[in-house]
């Protein structure tokens, strides 16, 4: 058996969402992942931010690549669409099944190897399309699933757990995703639930590229002294930007905030993004504002995490080429198939 299935059982008085699911309708088989692996904790957001948002399980795809990160989907949403694609080569499966349905919520599921090494340019393109999907990396700085090998995301300076030292410098995906073009970028800690299960929340709601750089320790192969992705170490270092609740249009706001303390950022779904600053004068709608921040923080030996960037007017990838809103399997013939005098007048055109 490739899987093992959780018991269905459960307590008859556990809470209902808005659609009636309890939270145990959101969860997935049981994980065969280490004990204590980061990825499990990203797991359990998901499944926390799902049920909050009372997303009805079947609009969701999941896709993913090859690593333990992506064999996650196999342990939340079970009663949701999913794709285990082939390593590196999520970003790309997640396009073109938006192109065909826009009507379903993308969730991409990744490791650092996945979408910093092997994947990098499928990443780097699917951000740069603006394809409309929520972009998880569960980031380890390892190869986890092959046995430990620095990925792209290592920090220079490094150790890995037999003592070698990395000597490249690392990849930092919220950098790239800040300059390609992403609309809603953020970066978490599997360890500050917290955290994680709003910003989850926030790119789930987000109608264009949301990318989420979450740091996830491994803890057989890099979680000792040395390494920069150790639960120890992004404890110490972890600088958080602000902490975010997410309203939806039709809930009431009752989170009460010291006045200057908080700024709002309206999504185009009527949604808000409650943002509470922990750094004074920190604008998360200003890109260039946010890649300086990025970086003059990393200099001084800080994990920034939090909602970095967020563009409250997205515009993604079907806006973009001006694609047709139905499904292309609810089309019928005569427009997927317009017949000789509509050929006739697009090959006229290119003339
Ligand atoms: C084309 C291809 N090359 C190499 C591999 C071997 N391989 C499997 S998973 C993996 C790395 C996974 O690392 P990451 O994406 O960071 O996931 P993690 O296991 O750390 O969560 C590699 C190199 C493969 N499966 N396919
Ligand atoms: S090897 Fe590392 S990444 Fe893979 S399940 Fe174990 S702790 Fe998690
Ligand atoms: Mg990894």
Redesign the pocket.
Known sequence: MSFLPKPKLHHPKLPLNELGFTRRDYEGAISTLCAGCG?DSISAAIIQACWELSIAPHRVAKMS??????KTPDYFLGASHGFNS???RMPSVLTGANMANRDLLYLGV??????AS?GFGQFAHSIRRAVNMTYIV?N?G?????KGQF?ATSDKGSKAKKGAVNTDEAIDLVGIALQLGATYVARSFSGDKAQLVPLIKGALRHPGPAFIDCISP?VAFNNHEGSTKSYDFVREHNEAMNQLDVILGRMPITTEYAPGEVREVTQHDGSVLRLRKLHEGYDPTDRVAALHHLHERKAAGEIVTGLLYVDPEPQDMHAHLGTVERPLNALEDAALVPGAAALERINAALR
């Open positions: 990825h690549g090859i690593g333990c990160s992506s082939v390593h590196g990744s490791g650092d190897g996945d979408s092997i569960e380890n390892v190869y986890g699933l092959t990925s491994c």
